[in-house]
């Protein structure tokens, strides 16, 4: 079974950095991918780590570490637009099923 | 136009109805899933295809169907639908030869009384 741990919800304020973390316990690991989700929309891609490391995309920035199974997706100069789910999801080794994590709502707040 | 078009976008009815969700991509991908999500579980994978007529459960499967007759189409019915499944659902393409990630269609909200 997979096992994808993230906190439920955090706070910030507008222009600032939030780090929302995420844990993972999988049988096979092929990726790790983040996803943003507005209320009642599409979850929409925003990165993907399957190496060690940080991937930067603007202001969004996803870490990866493979054997500690952890990852973090940095959101910096926050707007608040940014408010939304954050879906954290693996994909096991030769298998193109993901796994989600339940999602860490972000709230900014002016 | 929608890459991943799902129909309807919002549906209401009875427990015990047969009700069935459409979803038609125009990407071109071989792979296609059906997701529940529901407050504070996240995204639940329901069914998935890899090519036409391959059809594989994922980890919520009863009381549910698919079929997939055209690369381009995945429909997702409930035989004799419960309360419990209401939820919102989404429908998602994904290409092998890419690898490239799962996209999400607007998603269909069902409420079932």
């Known amino acids: 079974g997979q096992n994808i741990d993230q906190p439920t919800e955090m706070t910030a304020t507008e222009g600032a950095i939030v780090q929302i973390n995420c844990t993972y316990q999988?049988?096979?690991?092929?990726?790790l991918f983040w996803y943003q989700q507005h209320a009642g929309e599409a979850p929409t891609f925003l990165s993907y780590?399957?190496?060690?490391g940080l991937e930067e995309k603007g202001r969004f920035s996803s870490f990866l570490s493979r054997s500690k199974g952890y990852s973090y997706l940095l959101l910096k100069e926050l707007q608040m637009k940014d408010s939304a789910s954050y879906l954290c999801?693996?994909?096991?080794?030769?298998?193109?099923?993901?796994?989600f994590g339940a999602g860490t709502t972000v709230t900014v707040r002016a | 136009d929608a890459d991943v078009t799902q129909t309807p976008r919002n549906r209401i009815t009875k427990t015990g109805k047969r009700i069935m969700l459409e979803c038609s991509q125009t990407?071109?991908?071989?792979?296609m899933y059906w997701y529940r999500q529901d407050p504070g579980l996240g995204l639940r994978l329901i069914y998935y295809?890899?090519?036409?007529?391959?059809?594989n459960k994922g980890e919520i499967s009863d009381g549910y169907s698919v079929s997939r007759q055209a690369q381009a189409k995945f429909s997702l019915s409930l035989e004799s639908a419960i309360p419990n499944q209401t939820a919102l659902y989404f429908c998602?393409?994904?290409?092998?030869?890419?690898?490239?990630?799962?996209?999400f269609g607007d998603g269909t909200r069902l409420s079932i009384l």
């Open positions: 295809s890899f090519d036409v007529k391959d059809i």
């Open positions: 780590n399957v190496l060690d």
């Open positions: 998602a393409t994904s290409d092998t030869r890419t690898g490239q990630p799962q996209h």
């Open positions: 990407k071109g991908h071989d792979r």
């Open positions: 999988t049988s096979g690991f092929n990726g």
């Open positions: 999801a693996v994909r096991p080794f030769r298998d193109y099923k993901l796994s």
